[in-house]
């Protein structure tokens, strides 16, 4: 009988032991903590708002002025509103690639994200804001381009 008292008493004081020990931890993690404060970081750039546009004017400047066109546009970043894509151009393979593009008219717009290639075809109808890179090859360049599909023909896209 006394041993099973004092085996009684000893899982107790056990039991004591570990609770304390943890509420000592606890406490100490919790005090570690009390003289730090959170200061949030300061963003590196802010993008301005995009130039809303309309491609035949920018075309037009382009080939009567390149120089004042560069000046106005290369740079900024541009928004197209209601494009229908004329051409969509894929490197081959079943990836996206970052030389996947499209056209249209004499626009050629690089994608940020490549898979969203995989979203549209000839016909589709997008919205678009990108970088200006003035014309090369006869062609206006607008690079970093994010997209909108708001209808037209649209590829079903298998995602991932």
């Known amino acids: 009988m006394f041993f099973l008292i004092n085996k009684w008493t000893l899982t107790q004081a056990m039991t004591k032991l570990i609770v304390s020990l943890l509420v000592v931890m606890l406490v100490i993690s919790l005090s570690g903590c009390a003289g730090t404060s ?23 400047e382009y080939i009567s002025n390149t120089a004042a066109a560069d000046a106005k546009y290369y740079g900024r970043r ?3 509103t ?9 490197t081959g393979g079943r990836a996206p690639s970052v030389n996947d ?4 008219g004499d626009f050629k717009f690089i994608l ?3 898979s969203d290639v995989e979203k549209m075809s000839e016909g589709t109808l997008v919205d ?4 200006c890179r003035g014309m090369m090859f006869g062609y206006i ?4 381009c994010w997209i909108k599909v708001i209808g037209g023909v649209v590829t079903p896209w298998m995602g991932y």
């Open 38 to 60: 959170f200061v949030a970081p300061q963003p590196l750039m802010i993008r301005p708002s995009p130039i809303i546009v309309e491609m035949k004017p920018v075309y037009d």
């Open 78 to 80: 541009l928004q197209f």
């Open 82 to 90: 209601s494009l229908t894509v004329d051409k969509v151009l894929r």
């Open 101 to 104: 593009n499209f056209m249209v």
């Open 112 to 114: 940020r994200y490549p």
């Open 128 to 131: 678009v804001v990108g970088e």
């Open 141 to 144: 360049l607008i690079v970093d």
